[in-house]
């Protein structure tokens, strides 16, 4: 099952970073997620891709996994920075770093 999950991951990420580099214009409106706000949006993201790394079991500790997904954030931020339209947003570093705690929270507490 661990392929699986390390599939499904490398994908989600190729796929976030696609999603996050394209102009937001151009991604259509998802009506069923039309009640979430942006920061919603980067909250579950990172809680999702938080807890499928987690639950991959990489062959690092979980506190690498967990800092190399926040730079990951971090990175579509700077990106974002320079891209013409997009923008830099502290904010969607604090719900990065939410969504990726509480997954960190999820799973320690599904283990005990």
Request: with cysteine; hydrophobic share 55%.
């Amino acid at each position: 099952m661990k392929i699986v999950y390390r599939s499904l991951f490398f994908i989600s990420v190729g796929v976030i970073f696609w999603l996050s580099i394209v102009p937001a214009q151009s991604i259509p409106n998802i009506a069923a997620l039309s009640f979430l706000t942006d920061k919603g949006i980067h909250f579950l993201i990172f809680l999702y891709l938080s807890f499928l790394g987690l639950i991959s079991k990489f062959n690092i500790p979980n506190l690498i996994l967990l800092a190399t997904i926040f730079c990951f954030g971090l990175l579509i931020e700077v990106i974002h920075f320079y891209h013409p339209y997009r923008y830099f947003e502290i904010a969607d570093l604090a719900a990065n770093t939410m969504g990726i705690l509480l997954a960190y929270y999820i799973f320690e507490k599904r283990l005990n």
